[in-house]
């Protein structure tokens, strides 16, 4: 059974024979939170909180993360958005725009903790990270050390990562032990690169501002639902339809066995009511190249589908796709068609494997 006060007292041992400054980089979820709350508890001022500000963070994340936290870590807001979307926009692959994020994200972290004359950076990897990326699943933004990347060498600090061997329910624990407010706690996790991923092939700023307007109504939504992760994915509404089956042009990322695969999305008309029979229509289209179905709960010409996502995991290695009420999938749709250029809302109704959670 884990223990939380023993993990605690080992990690702030562990800590305080860092010598110097410290940076820790808060995103305002889970993990990097409890991450930074360890170094504070052990490094007192020596440690220097900074939270940057990408661009693809969600509608108002970073006043409500700076002022959950304002009693435990003063945290510091760097913005930092020209400098990502100026190395993003027109990227379309996915691996290709992690990878990029994840470089303008270090070299970033480089600049703060030289100008500050720190030497450390703390940082919230958990287990479930550095498993997928080192097994190639997926390049998540903050594994480096796994991959046998220097951070040293590459961008001049040392990582820290007390929480690398705990999955997030001990990391759940973790915060609860430090302080951390409940309703941080149990806040859904949101991806490093944030909107990046859920904005699905190429990047352009309008692409990305509907995608936050589209999560924040689904964020509003589906809130005091108890699912795992709810969130809304963005991608161009071309494709063509045959016998029913729309294929899209986008392409979105899945796993088979252990292996990361980039595959197709098709979206279907489906009776919401009997949505556990699309079970062996989804198995069917997910043995060829498909790794992600939606059901269509609206078309149009629209330039852009947004697909609705909600999850129910425990460790979110594997989920299972939510069996979220008609009724509200039909609000929320009808919330979404208001937002400008967009043609069709779908529902995910793909598990963990074959899919992965994130759409890139
Ligand atoms: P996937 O999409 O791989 O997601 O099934 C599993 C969990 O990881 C989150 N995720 C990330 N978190 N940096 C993160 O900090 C990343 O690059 C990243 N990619 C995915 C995802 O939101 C889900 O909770």
Redesign the pocket.
């Known amino acids: 059974m884990f223990d939380p006060e023993s993990f605690v007292e080992n990690a702030v041992n562990k800590l305080k024979l860092v010598e110097g400054k410290v940076v820790a980089a808060v995103?305002g979820?889970v993990?990097s939170t409890t991450a930074a709350l360890l170094a504070y508890r052990s490094l007192r001022e020596r440690m220097i909180p900074v939270m940057i500000d990408t661009g693809f963070l969600r509608k108002g994340e970073i006043d409500t993360v700076v002022k959950s936290l304002r009693d435990l870590i003063p945290i510091e807001v760097i913005d930092a958005r020209q400098e990502f979307m100026n190395a993003l926009i027109g990227k379309s692959d996915a691996e290709v725009k992690?990878k990029t994020f994840r470089e303008v994200f270090y070299r970033k972290l480089g600049k703060i903790v030289s100008e500050v004359g720190a030497t450390h950076l703390v940082q919230g990897t958990i287990a479930?990270?550095w498993v997928?990326t080192a097994g190639g699943?997926?390049?998540?933004?903050?594994v480096l050390l796994q991959l046998g990347l220097d951070p040293e060498k590459l961008y001049g600090f040392s990582v820290i990562e007390p929480l690398a061997d705990l999955y997030k329910d001990e990391v759940r624990a973790v915060a609860r032990y430090l302080g951390l407010p409940e309703e941080m706690v149990k806040r859904q996790?949101?991806?490093?690169?944030g909107l990046l991923?859920r904005t699905v092939g190429l990047v352009t700023p309008e692409k990305v501002e509907l995608c936050r307007e589209a999560n924040h109504v689904v964020e509003t939504y589906l809130s005091k639902m108890g699912y795992s992760?709810y969130f809304t994915a963005i991608f161009e509404n071309e494709g063509d339809e045959n016998e029913g089956v729309k294929r899209y042009r986008a392409r979105a990322?899945g796993?088979k066995g252990d292996n990361r695969v980039y595959g197709g999305i098709v979206s279907i008309d489906w009776d919401l009511e009997k949505i556990e029979s699309i079970r062996g229509l989804v198995a069917k289209l997910s043995a060829g190249d498909v790794t992600h179905v939606m059901i269509r709960l609206s078309k149009g010409k629209g330039k852009y589908s947004i697909a609705v996502r909600a999850v129910m995991t425990e460790d979110?290695?594997t989920?299972d796709f939510a069996r979220v009420p008609p009724e509200k999938l039909r609000e929320i749709k009808d919330e979404l068609m208001k937002l400008p250029e967009v043609g069709e809302v779908l529902y995910d109704v793909t598990s963990?494997p074959p899919?992965?959670?994130?759409?890139e």
Request: glycine fraction near 6%.
């Open positions: 995103s979820g993990d992690r479930a990270d997928e699943i997926k390049t998540q933004h903050n996790p949101f991806p490093g690169p991923v992760q990322t796993v979110f290695m989920a963990k899919a992965t959670i994130e759409l």
